[in-house]
Each structure stands twice: as C-alpha cells, then as structure tokens.
C-alpha cells in the first residue's frame, strides 16, 4: 500500500486532520489530502502532504481528487453539532453530492478500498427517546426513521455504498461515528458540539469570573462521547478488517449532559450556577452505542475514559481560547 495514493476527503477537518496524521505516522508516504476550506481555515495542515483546495460536490473534483489513489477515506461533509444540524438540514443534506461524486469517481480510477464516515443520526428516532436509552445496535437504522436531514443523507449514503460494493465491486466500509471530541476540533462558531462547546463555557466563566454557565436542555439527556484516539484506532480496524455492513463506532460510557458539564467542573476546579435552556436545539432525549458488532468484527471497541478525554480536550480548547482572546477577555460567542 505504500507506494499507492491515499486520499483523504476531508483532511482540513477535525477528524480528517487527525487521520491524515495517523497515516503518517504509520508510514505512507503518499498522501492526499482535500478540503473545501482554504488552508488558513484548516485545523491542521501536515507537511509532507499533497494539500488540495476542492469542492468534492463537483464530479470534476472528486476526478481530480482520485487520480491513482488506492484508496479513499471519505470524512467531507458540511455538518456540525446539533445546532447546526437542526438549523442546516439543506446544506446537510448537499453532502450527498460528495459521497455520490466521490464514489463515482473512485469506480472510474479503480479505487480498491473506500471508506465512508457514517453517523449515530442514522437511527430510527423512536429508539432514542428515553434517556436511559437501550444501546442502538445496527439494526435500529431500520425501519427508517433517522435524524431529519443530516441523518438522511447519511442513511441514503450508506445505502450507495453498499449498492456500489454489490454491483460494482468496489470494497466499502461504513463506520457509524458516534459524537467525536479531541483536541484540533470546533470549539466556537456555532457548529461546535457538546464537549467543546461546554468546556468552551466554562472557559469563559473562569477567565470572565461570571461563574455560571447556559446549558441546552434540561441537562438529563444522555450521549457517549468518543475522543479521536479511539475513532483513529477503530476506523484502521474496520478499514482492515473484514467489516462487510455498517458498524457502530462509538464510546460505550453513557454519560447525562449535566455529568458531562460536572466532568468539565472538576478538570477546571470550578462550580458554576446552571442555567437551562429549555428552547434550544437538544436532539434526541438518549443515545448510546451497542459494540457488540464491532467487537465481533475487530475484536476490539473504544476504551478511553471520557475523564481522560475531556482533560486534554480542555487544555487544548484553553490555550486556543488564551491565545485568541487573553485570560481575561470574554469570548464573544457564546
Ligand atoms: N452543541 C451543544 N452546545 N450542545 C449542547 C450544549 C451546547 O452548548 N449544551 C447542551 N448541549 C446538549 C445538546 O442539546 C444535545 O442534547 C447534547 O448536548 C449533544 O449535543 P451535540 O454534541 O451538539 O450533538 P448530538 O449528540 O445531539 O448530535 C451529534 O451526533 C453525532 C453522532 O452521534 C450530531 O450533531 C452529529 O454531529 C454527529 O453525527
């Protein structure tokens, strides 16, 4: 595999910035890495790579993008946490373009192996609305009921890839990611999710001294969070294993939204009055990732305790947060 192109779509993103690291740090020397951002708005640009501005919407593009690539980790979509999902469900939906395209262009350059970054969002909505959810397991996908939007384009992609392996032989993998967080990732601007966007909070209240913090919700529903070491862990696995239908990856560690926000307390050593608000985008009431699939395939499922997770994140989300704006300023997003 070496000498062959790699393409990663996506690599100006968080997750695919991390993956595009991974890669080399495992060896390849040929790497590609696309993103429709321009360079400045990446969250890592590695050296040593072939770094590409293209829109993947554009069939001409995705041509461009897999010309003698082996293969494809397509990461690219235009998406963000739940209040942007809920408020971008057209612009979600558009990413259907660069899967569609990318795939296409792949079964013309003879890519062997294409992998798709699937989401949680793809479940049926009536599994997720208890907090004390049962794990969704794969088959909940159906019958279809996914997030409005978003989670549509990711059930529909998952079916185009399936759909591409079957009748034209190209070797797929989906991996259905559950809520990612780590270091290099959104932390302000309105796409940010949970993880950043609460440590971002308490940012502001320590630096500002206004000791209290808005949190979307009632604070009781419940989510498992995956911190990017393991996402880059599993993601190898599936890619090199025999993994021949959509699998879960995702952290186990059901947590509610108020345990998160008191995990985030502790590493900052700060408590803070919280104020609900009850009208904002909350998404679905539980959600948790059954891993008895991925275990079954990969012999292997994420391990890293959220705790630990979350005190990198935050050290990382605070010296990003000092260097654009002190110690002592507020953020001017909120
Ligand atoms: N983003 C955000 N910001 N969420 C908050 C905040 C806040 O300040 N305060 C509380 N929450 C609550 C949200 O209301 C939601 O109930 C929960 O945290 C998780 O929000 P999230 O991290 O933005 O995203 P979700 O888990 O609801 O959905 C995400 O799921 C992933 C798959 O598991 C999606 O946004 C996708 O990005 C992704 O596919």
Known sequence: MSNDVILVAGGGGFIGGHLVADLKAKGFERIRS???KPFDDWYQVHEGVDNRVLDLQELENCREATRDVARVYNLAADMGGIGFIEMNKALCMLSVLINTHLLMAAREAGV???FFSSSACVYNADKQRDPRVVPLKEADA?????????GWEKLFSERMCRHFTEDFGIATRVARFHNVYGPHGTWEGGREKAPAAICRKVILAKVSGRHEIEIWGDGLQTRSFMYIDDCLEG????VNGEVPE???????????INELVDI???IADLKLQRNYKLDAPKGVNGRNSDNDLIREYVGWEPSVRLRDGMAKTYAWIWDEYVAKYGAGKAATTV
Request: cysteine-free; aromatic content about 10%.
């Open 34 to 36: 696309v993103d429709v």
């Open 112 to 114: 062997e192996k294409f």
């Open 142 to 150: 159906y019958p279809a009921m996914p997030e409005d939007g978003y």
């Open 235 to 238: 993601v190898d696995r599936i």
């Open 246 to 256: 959509p699998v879960n990856l995702g952290s186990s560690e059901l947590v509610t």
């Open 264 to 266: 985030v307390e502790e």
